[in-house]
């Protein structure tokens, strides 16, 4: 068996990409943060309401530092258009693209596959069935309209833990097995979500289906945002304490064995806690494809394979990315809101096909 100090050596890849001394890579990140504030800023001020940036300010001064005069600045409209509307959807924004980019680096990684997401293993199609079961069979007038959202978090994490079964039943589970589970399992919740749909006949249970499917921020809550928020950035934190491991993983399962460690157990570990924080995502917005996938496909081609690096730069990127992905489907069509999922989609599929066209890098090792 070999000893930490070699699993060290492996689990610090080479240094790839443009960013290749420590000093550049700390000024990025720095550079990324500050980004990520005056995104923040900036977009707590566009809207379709016309509300000066002064008092946009103005009240968040009021709110976090008690700042300002409180009967101008407590309540009326434009306060709660700037503290209940636009500022908890700029930080559900932020938490979708933390949580949708580092779930994509960790299955990327997982899987051996730079064109995976955090969708691969049939999380959506079992969301996607949990949405269809809470709004075709009337869970949303028993229970109100977050029962769409947790139904689809469970359907999300219930399909995750199937495909950890069947791809542990018989011979070993490796990648090549988790693939092929999450392909089979998408189909059959894919089925059973049209063979709801088909019994039910409910034309306006089939146009709410459609609008969760294609994803929205507008539903935010401060509510959900201090339940979410938290969760999000300790699977990141999680995530990155973990990056030897991750880096090890691109090397392949025979050179770990090598070196006296089992991805097995640690492969299992992510993916659960991955299904979580994707089902915790998927309940908080509906379903937005291809954050996780183009997000860290990009950072790793510019970064490098160390996962000590893209995690974080993945984090951020994808944070500033949804922000402005959200201001741009308040503002794009007048007087109307584009689905973010929508606008995501158009960006992000002549992305994947470019991807699929031109891999400009790859991870090496074996299955």
Not at 34 to 45: D, G, M, N, P
Not at 54 to 64: D, H
Not at 270 to 295: A, D, K, P, Q
Request: net charge positive; with cysteine.
């Amino acid at each position: 068996m070999q000893s930490t100090k070699s699993l060290r050596k492996y689990g610090n890849n080479e240094e790839k990409g443009f960013v290749k001394t420590k000093p550049l890579y700390i000024l990025v990140i720095m550079g990324l943060i500050v980004a990520l504030i005056l995104s923040i800023l900036f977009a707590v001020t566009i809207g379709s309401s016309d509300i000066s940036i002064k008092q946009v300010y103005q009240i968040i001064g009021y709110k976090l530092f008690s700042i300002g005069n409180e009967n101008n600045l407590s309540n009326g409209a434009i306060h709660d258009v700037v503290w209940f509307i636009r500022l908890p959807r700029i930080i559900l924004a932020l938490c979708v693209g933390i949580g949708l980019s580092v779930c994509g680096v960790v299955m990327q990684a997982i899987v051996k596959n730079p064109l995976a997401d955090p969708y691969i293993l049939g999380v959506s199609s079992g969301a996607s069935l949990g949405a269809t079961i809470a709004i075709m069979l009337g869970f949303t007038t028993l229970l109100g309209q977050n029962s769409i959202g947790i139904f689809a978090f469970f359907g999300a994490f219930l399909v995750s833990m199937l495909v950890l079964m069947i791809s542990n039943t018989g011979s070993r589970s490796n990648s090549t097995k988790l693939l092929l589970a999450g392909m089979a399992l998408s189909s059959v919740c894919s089925a059973f979500s049209s063979f709801i749909v088909y019994i039910k006949n409910d034309a306006e249970g089939m146009k709410n289906i459609t609008f969760w499917l294609m994803g929205s921020l507008a539903g935010a809550k401060w509510e959900e945002i201090v339940f979410i928020l938290p969760l999000i950035l300790i699977g990141t934190i999680f995530f990155l304490s973990q990056y030897r491991i991750l880096n090890l993983m691109l090397l392949g399962d025979d050179v770990a064995i090598t070196l006296g460690t089992d991805l097995h157990r640690y492969r299992q570990v992510y993916l659960i806690v991955t299904s979580l924080l994707v089902g915790l995502v998927v309940y908080s917005s509906g379903m937005i494809g291809f954050v996780g996938l183009i997000i860290p496909h990009i950072v790793r081609g510019l970064f490098g394979t160390d996962h000590k690096k893209i995690i974080p730069i993945s984090a951020l990127l994808g944070a500033i990315f949804l922000i402005w992905s959200d201001v741009l489907s308040r503002i794009i069509i007048r007087n109307a809101e584009l689905p973010i999922g929508i606008l995501i989609s158009m960006i992000g599929a002549p992305c994947f096909v470019y991807l699929m066209i031109r891999r400009s890098y790859g991870f090496g090792g074996t299955n």
